[in-house]
């Protein structure tokens, strides 16, 4: 049996007294409630926000509960709306069958006692509950049978599916670059999802998180007394990823001595546990990723050559957002709908003058960021309009391109990027890769923005 939720209702009645009566019995169960005796307020409310219960009553001087309802109905696509109740009397209760034709649950016939309001109230909840996660069920569903969460339908990007697609159906090994935020993990996932191994485990190691004194057990893993505080016997992630795939992002931040027990691995398909003095094979895919220039470490001593050709056997590189403009509106509805739904707002279109603007940034953190922004913007908007105000973009206030609309973000755009970058350093403790990370941007982009605010210390 499903519990008792708590959810946000508008209640609209021209009736005061009885208005406050229900609104109090409603709070005292727990519940968000909004009153308004005008059913013109009502609209306006029901434009601005996002409630999981609509409660109106039939007869209202301004405008009657069914014209109401169905105003709202013809107005609101069908996920979009929340349940609806109304409230009649027995004369009109042709009428409340007319608006439970339109889309509304039920109705409740005047008089009634709070308890049965409470436990239609209840019903109704429970209802926008099942609907909202069968939404998000089909979501998820159609994003992993589209492009597996991969948004862009520019040339570049479906290149880079098509490529994803075609070595799925191996098990060849997959190095695949690009800047940070440009999705690197969405692509692997994509990658054994499409599998034959798809319903094996995936398992993800950010070689960067991790340090150098634990990464070697962490993949390998160690038995007890390999090393001072090894109490435990423990698997690797090699272990853990057998029959499946192992993700390695980050690859280009491993030591030349973890390297050279990578490069075993991908050879043999074998290793070592720490301590161990036996040999453990595994059949498994490794897909790695970086931000670095391989190439270029291999130039200069820091990777080896060996194990970049094993890593280099099925390239995908990712192109940065800048390089694809074409795919922002696309990433920027995604994100906007997502958002929205999480956040319980309302997103219905965001300003031409601010996507062009938008369009036109260079994106330093690429899609990780303009996520972030979008979910900022979302969470500030007024209404279902994404506008100027409701919208900061480090860099974003002056577009390259001239002609568009310029992005006026805030009243102090550069106060705004300050207190930005002081507040991610604050929270990461002042590790500066932590606090790119929450920002959504690069380290090279936030060493710029620390040589630019003079925030060096």
């Known amino acids: 049996m499903?519990?008792?939720?708590?959810?946000?209702?508008?209640?609209?009645?021209?009736?005061?007294?009885?208005?406050?009566?229900?609104?109090?019995?409603?709070?005292?169960?727990?519940h968000d409630v909004?009153?308004?005796?005008?059913?013109?307020?009502?609209?306006?409310?029901?434009?601005?926000?996002?409630?999981?219960?609509?409660?109106?009553?039939?007869?209202m001087p301004e405008l009657g509960g069914l014209d109401l309802i169905r105003e709202f109905v013809g107005a609101t696509p069908e996920g979009e709306r929340p349940q609806i109740l109304m409230m009649t009397a027995h004369a009109t209760v042709e009428s409340a069958i007319e608006a439970m034709k339109l889309g509304a649950l039920d109705y409740l016939q005047k008089p009634f006692e709070i308890d049965e309001l409470l436990v239609v109230v209840r019903r109704?909840?429970?209802?926008?509950?099942?609907?909202?996660?069968?939404?998000?069920?089909?979501?998820?569903?159609?994003?992993?049978?589209g492009h597996?969460?991969?948004?862009?339908?520019?040339?570049?990007?479906?290149?880079?599916?098509?490529?994803?697609?075609?070595?799925?159906?191996?098990?060849?090994?997959?190095?695949?670059?690009?800047?940070?935020?440009?999705?690197?993990e969405l692509v692997a996932r994509a990658i054994h999802d499409r599998s034959a191994q798809r319903e094996m485990?995936?398992?993800?190691?950010?070689?960067?998180?991790?340090?150098?004194?634990?990464?070697e057990s962490d993949?390998?893993?160690?038995?007890?007394?390999?090393?001072?505080?090894?109490?435990?016997?423990?698997?690797?992630?090699?272990?853990?990823?057998?029959?499946?795939?192992?993700?390695?992002?980050?690859?280009?931040?491993?030591s030349l001595t973890v390297q050279s027990k990578l490069l075993r691995v991908l050879q043999e398909r074998e290793f070592e546990p720490l301590g161990a003095e036996r040999t453990e094979q595994v059949d498994l895919r490794v897909i790695a990723a970086t931000n670095r220039d391989l190439r270029q470490m291999v130039a200069e001593g820091k990777f080896q050559e060996d194990l970049f050709y094993r890593l280099n056997v099925i390239p995908i590189a990712i192109p940065p957002l800048r390089e694809r403009r074409d795919d922002i509106p696309a990433l920027i509805d995604h994100f906007a709908a997502?958002?929205?739904?999480?956040?319980?707002?309302?997103?219905?279109?965001i300003d031409d003058g601010v996507l062009a603007s938008l369009q036109q940034y260079d994106w330093p953190g690429n899609v990780r960021e303009l996520e972030n922004t979008i979910e900022r913007a979302v969470v500030l908007s007024a209404g279902p309009t994404i506008a100027a105000r409701a919208v900061s973009v480090l860099g974003a206030a002056a577009p390259q391109t001239t002609g568009l609309p310029s992005l006026k973000l805030r009243q102090n755009t550069e106060w705004v990027e300050r207190e930005t970058i002081r507040r991610a350093l604050e929270s990461a403790g002042g590790v500066k890769k932590d606090a790119a990370e929450l920002m959504g941007i690069s380290q090279r982009a936030l060493s710029y923005y620390l040589s630019k605010y003079r925030l060096e210390s």
């Open 201 to 215: 485990p995936l398992i993800k190691v950010n070689c960067a998180a991790i340090p150098e004194t634990l990464l």
């Open 2 to 30: 499903m519990a008792n939720r708590r959810g946000s209702i508008l209640l609209v009645d021209d009736e005061e007294k009885i208005l406050k009566t229900l609104g109090r019995a409603l709070r005292d169960a727990g």
């Open 34 to 59: 909004m009153e308004t005796t005008s059913p013109r307020q009502a609209q306006r409310l029901l434009a601005e926000r996002t409630f999981d219960l609509f409660v109106v009553d039939n007869v």
């Open 148 to 184: 597996y969460g991969i948004i862009g339908r520019s040339r570049a990007m479906e290149e880079v599916i098509r490529r994803a697609e075609m070595v799925a159906e191996t098990k060849s090994t997959v190095l695949i670059t690009g800047e940070t935020g440009t999705g690197k």
């Open 338 to 349: 997502k958002h929205a739904q999480r956040t319980g707002r309302r997103f219905d279109r």
């Open 124 to 145: 109704a909840l429970e209802h926008q509950q099942l609907r909202t996660e069968y939404r998000y069920l089909v979501s998820e569903r159609d994003e992993q049978f």
């Open 219 to 254: 993949l390998f893993g160690h038995v007890r007394g390999a090393f001072t505080g090894a109490t435990t016997t423990k698997k690797g992630k090699f272990a853990l990823a057998d029959g499946g795939t192992i993700f390695l992002d980050e690859i280009g931040a491993i």
